[in-house]
Each structure stands twice: as structure tokens, then as C-alpha cells.
């Protein structure tokens, strides 16, 4: 497989713009290095699409002894031969929904990749039990090497590949030998089923970036812990005439957006303090333990366990922006977020506040896993849109899931919205966004761009953006209007434990570097949701 070369001293772009290598406020003051990047993508011709299916595995270990079972993933890794923009831009990683208690699990997920070039590709698939308290035990590697792709290329069709144990829990196969022995098992070699399809050329005439997509897949992570130190809550639906119990809970949303990203949403960590740039490349001890530190917490905070829930949409659609909307409770509650979208173009969020930061750490560094380089960050909330405010009265039911089981949420507002049926017709809301972070400082002369690609993935959805530096006076305003909603929302409050690893929580040091440069607990996914869960 040929090396995968970084870009040394790239020619200058025709469509690259000088003015976005400025901020949007000048400044007499020398500005910290990092923020937007303007290295051009090298030209490179249109790749081909892929399609990846991950369909099964026969015969994996046995990772828990109590059970005698594992609860398995897969985690992909696919990289080619083109050349990156900089050598520290991540790969393209694709991760299966888990899979409970079975040796023998059935996925059926799909991974659809555009632009893999005619040189070929290799897949690195990596199985893992998943283990929410400690360390994910890997079960074994696949690799899957192909040299070269043209247009009659036949693919690949449901081709099983032998694991190789090399690298796999040494527990795990100790308990693999125990029980051929008792079982009289004769099967020791386990296997994953791959399927790979050409679906053609990428459109158009720009290749070097391979980017995701689709289909769209979501994953929704819980954490009560979490939630009472940041005050952030939810409510169990009333049962037996009842009234509804409000719970500390605290939720960290995952969507897969349809890509390209556009290739100018490029920012790199900004160095505001000399620490910053050892945290992000685990150069100095003190880097390489508040590195450690950040990814111990994005992986807390993403954990995956038996109350994680997983979903996808083959593509964008009123659905899926409906799904969105729930994840952000419409607009009940005064709820701000937090956000990153990566290169590849997942969106990580999670409910911010005053209350989230405990003085020293990054949240964006936190939702990014420590990246050097992401695509844009900032703050959202979503409100009713003034021109739907009298519709936002209407009857209309709440939308389904795909195992038609209704979503619920019945966060209160003293305001009275939590008593009025709200639409769920994404037309009638709105949805704020900024670039206020100061870990990446996204350039304001952008939003535009980032506006029309959340507003492609998100039909019918009213996008609008702000600029942090320029509108921070309304910004602020429309900001501590939400705070205000949340501190009149509420009610009694019952702690309702929720089965989670223990959680620690990041904290911001966002404010010190913007002074240099101005529903009931969710159940266990059935093995019938899995299909629809993967797109299969």
C-alpha cells in the first residue's frame, strides 16, 4: 500500500480567498498561531464510491465469562494513497452499533465512501467488546487490501475474512480454549463478513478528499452522573394519572452529515497559551497528560453502554431533521449547546451552560477527542421562529421512530410551551449558530458556508448564524434569554439512576483565550432494530 504523503509546500489555490486569513475584528495585537487554514487541497481526478457493508461475524470469543458471551463492534479505518492537506488530518473511521451478549452477531451496517482513488484502498477493521467501565478488550483485526479499483471492478460480496488473533485479549482467547474443551467447540478461528461495491465515479471533478456519504447514522449517549454536575435534566413520562418526574440526566448526540464538508471549513487548535500546542501533540509530560486527560473524558462522555441508542437515515430528509429537533427538545427548556463537526463531518453536541466549565479544560478540545484539526465549532440553540410562533399551538403527533415507538420529552417551561402541543414541523423553528470557540476560533466569513451545508442537511430547518465577535452584543441578548427560559424551567426534581460508568466532566478555558483575540432511560436496542439502526 503506498504511502499516504502530506503536503510540504503547496502551490497557492486559484479559489482560495486571502481575506479569510484575517480575523473578522482586526486586532493591533499579534494573533496566536492557528484558527483557519488555508492550505489548498492538491488536485487530484474524481475517486470512485464505495460502498462498505459490514455484515457479520461467526465465532468470536468469548469475552465475559459470566455470560459466556461478548458484546461486539467493529471499528473501521480506511486510508488511501492521496495526499493530506497536513499530516496530523485523521483518517476515515466508521463505527458499528454494539451488539449484546452474542459471539455471533449480525450488523448489516453500511459505509459509503466517495472518492477512494484508482490506486486502491485498505480496510482496517478492528473487533472489540465493549466494556463501558474499563477498557474496550479487542477480539482481533481483519485487513482488507485492494490495490487497485477501475469502473468493471467486480467488488467484493460477502467474503468472510479469518480474525487474526495476534493483537486480540489474550483473556478472551484463554477463555476461547476453556471452552472448546468443556463445549467440545471445534470452531477456533472466528471470521467477519465483508462486502465491498463500486457504485461508480464520485460526481464531479475534484478528488483529492475522501469523505463519508452516508448513510446518515446518529448515536445518542447518556450519563446521569454528568447530568447533575451540569444540571442538565430530563423528564420520565407520567404514568397512572401521575405527574411527570424531572431527572438530572445528560445527553451527548453523534450525527454522521452528509459530505463533503466544504474544503474551506478548516481550522486548527489556536495556540493562546503555551501549554496549548503540547495538549494537542503530546509533546511535553504536562501535553501529554492533559491529552490523556481530554480523551479520558470525550470517551466518558461519548460512552457506549447497553443504554446507548443508535439510528440512521439513508439520507437527509424532513425525518432526520425531525430527529435533530428532538435531540435538542425543540425549543423547551432554554437548552445551549456545544458543538463540533469534524472533518469527515460527524456533529458532536451536548447541553452547555455557565455551569458545565470547571476552570481549566476545553469542551471543544473535549467533543473534537483532542483533533488537531476539525472543520468548525461553536454554540446553537434552537427557537420557535417568529413566523411560526401561532402555529406552534398545532396538534400534530410526535414523530416516530422506525420500530414505530413514539419519542417523548416533557421537559417543563413555566413559559407554558411545555403545555401546548408543539409542531414538529421543522419550518416552524429555528436554528441559532455561531463560531464561539475559542479553542479553534472559526473564521466569521464562513458561517455562510457552514449555513447552507447544515441547511442541505437539514430540510426544511431555518438555519441562521452569528458571528461571535461582530453581533456579541444580540448574541448575548438571545443567549441569556435562553438562560433565563432555563432557570424558569423545572420542576421537582428526583434523582433516577440510570446503569453508566462513572463520568467526569471537562471544564473551559474558552474564556481566557477569547481575551487574546476578542425521556425514560433508554432501552436496550433489540437485535430487530439493528437493521434499521444500520441502514440494512
Known amino acids: ?29 499579534r494573533q496566536p498561531a492557528g484558527g483557519f487554514d488555508s492550505t489548498p487541497i492538491p488536485y487530484a481526478p474524481a475517486g470512485f464510491t464505495l460502498k462498505f457493508t459490514f455484515h457479520r461475524a461467526s465465532n468470536l470469543p468469548i469475552a465475559d465469562i459470566s455470560t459466556l458471551s461478548a458484546d461486539p463492534f467493529v471499528l473501521a479505518r480506511l ?3 492521496l495526499p493530506r492537506r497536513n499530516k496530523q488530518d485523521p483518517d476515515l473511521v466508521f463505527r458499528t452499533p454494539t451488539i449484546s451478549r452474542n459471539v ?28 463501558p467501565v474499563n477498557r474496550d478488550d479487542r477480539l482481533g483485526n481483519v485487513k482488507i487490501s485492494v490495490q487497485s479499483i477501475s469502473e468493471s471492478w467486480s467488488g467484493i460480496t460477502e467474503q468472510p475474512y479469518k480474525v487474526q488473533k495476534r493483537s486480540g485479549s489474550k483473556r478472551a482467547y484463554f477463555f476461547r480454549s476453556v471452552g472448546m474443551v468443556c463445549f467440545r467447540n471445534k470452531q477456533m478461528n472466528a471470521r467477519l463478513y465483508i462486502s465491498v461495491q463500486c457504485l461508480g465515479r464520485t ?16 448515536s445518542k449517549h447518556f450519563s446521569p452522573l454528568i447530568g447533575r454536575l451540569a444540571g442538565t435534566m430530563d423528564s420520565a413520562p407520567a404514568q397512572n394519572g401521575k405527574k411527570p418526574v424531572t431527572r438530572y440526566n445528560f445527553q451527548a448526540i453523534q450525527i454522521q452529515l452528509k459530505g463533503p464538508v466544504p474544503a474551506s471549513l478548516y481550522h486548527r487548535y489556536v495556540e493562546f497559551k503555551p501549554f496549548v500546542k503540547g495538549m494537542f501533540t503530546s509533546h511535553s509530560l504536562r501535553g501529554r497528560i492533559l491529552n490523556h486527560a481530554l480523551h479520558h473524558q470525550h470517551v466518558r462522555i461519548y460512552n457506549f ?20 429537533l428532538e435531540f ?36 471543544h478540545t473535549m467533543h473534537s477527542d483532542v483533533s488537531i484539526y476539525i472543520a468548525f465549532a461553536g454554540e446553537f440553540f434552537v427557537r420557535r421562529s417568529s413566523d411560526h410562533a401561532r402555529k406552534s399551538r398545532s396538534s400534530s403527533p410526535r414523530p416516530r421512530s422506525k420500530d414505530n415507538s413514539i419519542h417523548r420529552d416533557v421537559s417543563g417551561d413555566s413559559d407554558g410551551d411545555a403545555s401546548v402541543p408543539m409542531s414538529t414541523d421543522p419550518g416552524a423553528y429555528e436554528l441559532v449558530i455561531d463560531n464561539d470557540s475559542g479553542t479553534y476560533r472559526p473564521n466569521a466569513k464562513l458561517l455562510p458556508e457552514l449555513r447552507e451545508f447544515l441547511s442541505m442537511n437539514f430540510p ?21 434569554e435562553q438562560r433565563d427560559r432555563k ?13 453508566s460508568s462513572l463520568s467526569s466532566i471537562s471544564s473551559s478555558d474558552e474564556e481566557d483565550s477569547t481575551s487574546i483575540g476578542g425521556s425514560p432511560p433508554a432501552p436496550q436496542m433489540r437485535q430487530s432494530q439493528l437493521s434499521s439502526a444500520c441502514g440494512g
Open 460 to 480: 426544511g430547518l431555518h438555519v441562521t448564524t452569528f458571528d461571535c465577535q461582530e453581533d456579541s452584543k444580540l448574541l448575548n441578548k438571545l443567549k441569556e
Open 487 to 499: 432557570t424558569r424551567s423545572g420542576r421537582q426534581m428526583t434523582y433516577l439512576q440510570r446503569v
Open 1 to 29: 500500500m503506498p504511502h499516504r504523503p502530506s503536503i510540504s509546500s503547496p502551490k497557492p489555490s486559484p479559489n482560495s480567498d486571502p481575506s479569510l486569513n484575517s480575523n473578522s475584528t482586526p486586532s493591533p495585537q
Open 79 to 81: 486510508t488511501c494513497a
Open 104 to 131: 455471533d452477531p449480525v450488523w448489516d451496517c453500511d459505509w459509503i465512501v466517495a472518492n477512494v482513488p484508482a490506486s486502491g484502498f485498505e480496510l482496517k477493521c478492528r473487533i472489540y467488546d465493549e466494556d
Open 203 to 218: 460526481p464531479g471533478d475534484e478528488g483529492a478528499r475522501i469523505y463519508t456519504v452516508g448513510p446518515n447514522s446518529w
Open 328 to 363: 435538542v427538545h425543540y425549543d423547551v427548556g432554554g437548552r445551549i449547546f456545544t458543538y463540533v463537526i469534524t472533518l469527515d463531518g460527524q456533529w458532536r453536541f451536548t447541553e452547555t451552560g455557565r455551569e458545565f466549565g470547571i476552570n481549566m479544560l476545553s469542551k
Open 305 to 324: 453502554d447497553r443504554s446507548t441508542v443508535y439510528g440512521v437515515y439513508p439520507s437527509p430528509s424532513l425525518q432526520l431533521t425531525q430527529q435533530f
